[in-house]
């Protein structure tokens, strides 16, 4: 059945929605005839409804190098989803930019120069539209995010992600804006209108411009934290949004997307438009300081808060000197350890998608799922787990783990002081809602303590390669929950660094594979993939503490056009020494793959039988060759399959080196080809430290998961 069909047969049924106008006055007697109609031709029928907002739709064109204006699009084939704010959600919307003064009077002739009327005109019109493409359909609120204060997929046309709220009272909320209870998935051939009561408007600030704002007017709720911020200096930092070199080269041509070329296989793929920065900050809220500390929030000092950290003997080895710019500063640890250089929405903490139970049509958290990423300032690890038990997403959370060979890896338990620190519905109304970053409350104490630390040495930590480099999540490249192109090209580092933290030679085509239902067998279901003549050099992350500790490398070896590369290590970028002999990710628990043939690889690869010391045993001898079979985390594949990584021969990993490892050190990884051929491909999934008292402990043997 077609699309028209379909819709044909939807309108009686929808009839009664569209006959409920958003004022309870509006006419609608004779305006409903059984035809297809567009988003602006509906709009334009109900302009006693959405008078102001067509106008606007007219005036308003689709960028700064096209005369084509937003109207036009949508009367022409599309899939747009459109918040359209109704004509007193657009009055309320002037009368609060003229109570801010921003405006002489609450109408349109109340603007001062033509730039800010422009760029209201462009805040209204770009926020209230999400544009589909040709290949995503439009969002009808049974689409929306399932998760309170989730993100959309999908940004909006100033390139925003919109949230989704749903308060206790049953209402739904688009960045605050009350969609009307009624009046919502009224379908056009090209979309679905979504009538709303207030303008979708997200502050066009930075959260550098917010905390110095609250720090200025000396607003209560985040005053403290602000002023901390403050005075680390990294109210510049935080006032980035956009790469503004990046974006030039982009529209000028010199970043170019991946085009074919003849010999080396696929070498095609979009680069990303932008290069976007992005910070998530978990602020101690007002109300905890004032309780801490005895006095009311807005009069406490900084050197309050560094007499309460000193009692509490928090950073000790830090210097206590008034250069609270360093690194080595105790406020300037204490502070640079609630910020992430990347903005992570409620449901982009702990990434969901293929760990053993887990189904996106369900969307809720299965058994123990974890990312970790380093933070701004002094380089350390932040935990984020949520599972079935967790209660939401915890900070730094250590439970108890059914981690045996034949248990569940749900959490059995947890002590008080290793609960974590739960994660708050984030600051997101009005002018905390800002482009480049997002709060979190918290109502007790985030610090990097010895006892966090310790705790993370002993368990291993494996991280997603991609949540190693912000860029992947500032630029909406990493896993999202719905189709795009298959590749996205990131430019070599001569052309334009794109990845802060990797070093991509010239002759390198380096791709991103979202992987969404396309089933393969990755950790989190994406990968990187680099062909030519490999030669990448990774930053790592820090190691929680000293010691000596493995560092892994996954290997998926499904395919005949996997390569062979020698890793170097250390932490002199320049000088990495060569690890090891060459790893080749041909090889597979049982074979090894190459144009020449199939050959036996050595590996030792052996499913698991019902006799567990059999099955530890295969293990040991793998080991003792340098390798381990798959993790029982997650799936072969796709969503909900039965079988999982550790029972599929194609998915091994690789010990590829063991060393001493110091936490105040930075450490570089440099993968280089040894095949004189460029149509191999390198294959990059997830990594894994793990320390000697994690592998080798002789009272609770490393689990398999």
Same mark, same amino acid.
């Given at each position: 059945?077609?699309?028209?069909?379909?819709?044909?047969?939807?309108?009686?049924?929808?009839?009664?929605?569209?006959?409920?106008?958003?004022?309870?006055?509006?006419?609608?007697?004779?305006?409903?005839?059984?035809?297809?109609?567009?988003?602006?031709?509906?709009?334009?029928?109900?302009?006693?409804?959405?008078?102001?907002?067509?106008?606007?739709?007219?005036? /308003?064109?689709?960028?700064?190098?096209?005369?084509?204006?937003?109207?036009?699009?949508?009367?022409?084939?599309?899939?747009?989803? +459109?918040?359209?704010?109704?004509? *007193?959600?657009?009055?309320?919307?002037?009368?609060? !930019?003229?109570?801010?003064? +921003?405006?002489?009077?609450?109408?349109?002739?109340?603007?001062?120069?033509?730039?800010?009327?422009?760029?209201?005109?462009?805040?209204?019109?770009?926020?209230?539209?999400?544009?589909?493409?040709?290949?995503?359909?439009?969002?009808?609120?049974?689409?929306?995010?399932?998760?309170?204060?989730?993100?959309?997929?999908?940004?909006?046309?100033?390139?925003?992600?919109?949230?989704?709220?749903?308060?206790?009272? *049953?209402?739904?909320?688009?960045?605050?804006?009350?969609?009307?209870?009624?009046?919502?998935?009224?379908?056009?051939?090209?979309?679905?209108?979504?009538?709303?009561?207030?303008? +979708?408007?997200?502050?066009?600030?930075?959260?550098?411009?917010?905390?110095?704002?609250?720090?200025?007017?000396?607003?209560?709720?985040?005053?403290?934290?602000?002023?901390?911020?403050?005075?680390?200096?990294?109210?510049?930092?935080?006032?980035?949004?956009?790469?503004?070199?990046?974006?030039?080269?982009?529209?000028?041509?010199? /970043?170019?997307?991946?085009?074919?070329?003849?010999?080396?296989? %696929?070498?095609?793929?979009?680069?990303?438009?932008?290069?976007?920065?992005?910070?998530?900050?978990?602020?101690?809220?007002?109300?905890?300081?004032?309780?801490?500390?005895?006095?009311?929030?807005?009069?406490?000092?900084?050197?309050?808060?560094?007499?309460?950290?000193?009692?509490?003997?928090?950073? &000790?080895?830090?210097?206590?000197?008034?250069?609270?710019?360093?690194?080595?500063?105790?406020?300037?640890?204490?502070?640079?350890?609630?910020?992430?250089?990347?903005?992570?929405?409620?449901?982009?903490?702990?990434?969901?998608?293929? $760990?053993?139970?887990?189904?996106?049509?369900?969307?809720?958290?299965?058994?123990?799922?974890?990312?970790?990423?380093?933070?701004?300032?002094?380089?350390?690890?932040?935990?984020?787990?949520?599972?079935?038990?967790?209660?939401?997403?915890?900070?730094?959370?250590? @439970?108890?783990?059914?981690?045996?060979?034949?248990?569940?890896?749900? $959490?059995?338990?947890?002590?008080?002081?290793?609960?974590?620190?739960?994660?708050?519905?984030?600051?997101?109304?009005?002018?905390?809602?800002?482009?480049?970053?997002? +709060?979190?409350?918290?109502?007790?104490?985030?610090?990097?303590?010895?006892?966090?630390?310790?705790?993370?040495?002993?368990?291993?930590?494996?991280?997603?390669?991609?949540?190693?480099?912000?860029?992947?999540?500032?630029?909406?490249?990493?896993?999202?929950?719905?189709?795009?192109?298959?590749?996205?090209?990131?430019?070599?580092?001569?052309?334009?660094?794109?990845?802060?933290?990797?070093?991509?030679?010239?002759?390198?085509?380096?791709?991103?594979?979202?992987?969404?239902?396309? *089933?393969?067998?990755?950790?989190?279901?994406?990968?990187?993939?680099?062909? *030519?003549?490999?030669?990448?050099?990774?930053? !790592?992350?820090?190691?929680?503490?000293?010691?000596?500790?493995?560092?892994?490398?996954?290997?998926?070896?499904?395919?005949?056009?996997?390569?062979?590369?020698?890793?170097?290590?250390?932490?002199?970028?320049?000088?990495?020494?060569?690890?090891?002999? @060459?790893?080749?990710?041909?090889?597979?628990?049982?074979?090894?793959?190459?144009?020449?043939?199939?050959?036996?690889?050595?590996?030792?690869?052996?499913?698991?039988?019902?006799?567990?010391?059999?099955?530890?045993?295969?293990?040991?001898?793998?080991?003792?060759?340098?390798?381990?079979?798959?993790?029982?985390?997650?799936?072969?594949?796709?969503?909900?399959?039965?079988?999982?990584?550790?029972?599929?021969?194609?998915?091994?990993?690789?010990?590829?080196?063991?060393?001493?490892?110091? @936490?105040?050190?930075? %450490?570089? !990884?440099?993968?280089?080809?040894?095949?004189?051929?460029?149509?191999?491909?390198?294959?990059?999934?997830?990594?894994?430290?793990?320390?000697?008292?994690?592998?080798?402990?002789? $009272?609770? &043997?490393?689990?398999?998961?």
């Amino acid at each position: 059945m077609s699309y028209k069909t379909i819709f044909k047969l939807f309108l009686p049924l929808c009839a009664a929605c569209m006959m409920t106008g958003c004022q309870e006055n509006t006419d609608v007697s004779n305006r409903y005839v059984f035809r297809e109609y567009t988003i602006l031709d509906y709009l334009e029928q109900h302009a006693d409804t959405y008078g102001q907002y067509v106008k606007l739709l007219h005036q /308003v064109p689709m960028s700064r190098v096209s005369r084509t204006s937003v109207a036009q699009i949508l009367s022409a084939r599309g899939n747009y989803t +459109v918040f359209a704010p109704t004509d *007193g959600a657009v009055q309320a919307y002037l009368d609060t !930019l003229a109570a801010r003064n +921003v405006i002489s009077q609450a109408s349109w002739s109340g603007f001062r120069d033509s730039t800010t009327l422009d760029s209201i005109r462009k805040v209204i019109v770009y926020n209230s539209i999400i544009d589909g493409g040709d290949d995503l359909r439009a969002y009808a609120t049974q689409d929306f995010p399932a998760d309170n204060m989730a993100e959309f997929p999908l940004a909006n046309m100033y390139d925003r992600k919109l949230i989704v709220e749903y308060p206790a009272d *049953g209402t739904v909320r688009i960045n605050g804006a009350p969609i009307h209870e009624t009046n919502r998935d009224i379908p056009a051939i090209n979309g679905i209108i979504h009538c709303a009561t207030a303008v +979708v408007a997200p502050s066009n600030n930075t959260l550098g411009y917010l905390l110095n704002a609250i720090v200025s007017g000396r607003q209560r709720g985040y005053y403290v934290a602000a002023m901390l911020a403050k005075a680390a200096g990294m109210l510049d930092t935080l006032s980035k949004y956009r790469d503004d070199v990046y974006e030039d080269l982009y529209e000028r041509g010199i /970043v170019k997307d991946f085009a074919h070329t003849s010999g080396i296989g %696929y070498t095609y793929g979009a680069v990303p438009e932008h290069r976007y920065y992005g910070y998530t900050f978990f602020a101690e809220t007002d109300d905890f300081w004032q309780a801490e500390i005895g006095k009311e929030a807005t009069s406490i000092t900084v050197e309050d808060v560094l007499d309460y950290l000193r009692r509490k003997n928090i950073y &000790p080895d830090a210097t206590d000197d008034n250069n609270f710019r360093s690194e080595d500063n105790l406020l300037n640890q204490f502070v640079t350890y609630h910020f992430l250089p990347m903005r992570l929405a409620a449901n982009r903490l702990v990434l969901h998608w293929n $760990e053993k139970g887990y189904t996106n049509s369900k969307h809720v958290p299965t058994v123990v799922q974890y990312d970790y990423y380093t933070t701004m300032g002094k380089r350390r690890l932040m935990k984020f787990l949520e599972s079935a038990e967790s209660d939401g997403v915890r900070i730094n959370r250590f @439970p108890y783990i059914d981690n045996s060979r034949r248990g569940t890896y749900h $959490e059995t338990g947890c002590d008080p002081d290793c609960a974590g620190i739960p994660v708050n519905t984030p600051e997101l109304n009005g002018e905390f809602n800002v482009r480049n970053g997002i +709060v979190y409350p918290l109502d007790r104490l985030l610090v990097y303590t010895y006892d966090v630390r310790s705790r993370l040495q002993r368990e291993r930590i494996r991280w997603d390669i991609t949540a190693q480099f912000p860029e992947f999540m500032n630029n909406d490249l990493r896993l999202q929950y719905y189709y795009r192109p298959t590749r996205t090209g990131i430019p070599t580092s001569i052309v334009y660094p794109y990845l802060a933290d990797c070093w991509i030679a010239d002759d390198n085509y380096f791709f991103y594979y979202n992987g969404y239902n396309e *089933g393969m067998k990755n950790y989190q279901g994406d990968e990187l993939n680099i062909r *030519g003549n490999v030669d990448v050099t990774f930053r !790592l992350p820090p190691v929680p503490a000293k010691g000596i500790y493995e560092l892994r490398f996954n290997i998926q070896s499904d395919g005949y056009n996997r390569g062979m590369v020698q890793f170097y290590w250390g932490d002199d970028r320049d000088r990495l020494a060569a690890m090891g002999i @060459p790893m080749d990710i041909r090889m597979s628990g049982l074979e090894r793959r190459t144009t020449a043939g199939t050959f036996p690889s050595g590996v030792g690869w052996e499913a698991d039988t019902e006799d567990d010391d059999a099955n530890a045993e295969v293990d040991k001898k793998m080991r003792n060759k340098g390798f381990m079979k798959g993790a029982e985390l997650y799936c072969d594949g796709a969503q909900g399959l039965t079988v999982m990584a550790r029972a599929d021969p194609l998915i091994i990993r690789r010990v590829i080196l063991r060393e001493r490892m110091d @936490p105040d050190k930075t %450490y570089y !990884l440099r993968f280089k080809t040894v095949l004189d051929d460029p149509t191999r491909e390198f294959y990059v999934d997830y990594l894994e430290y793990c320390a000697k008292e994690v592998y080798d402990n002789p $009272e609770r &043997p490393e689990d398999i998961w």
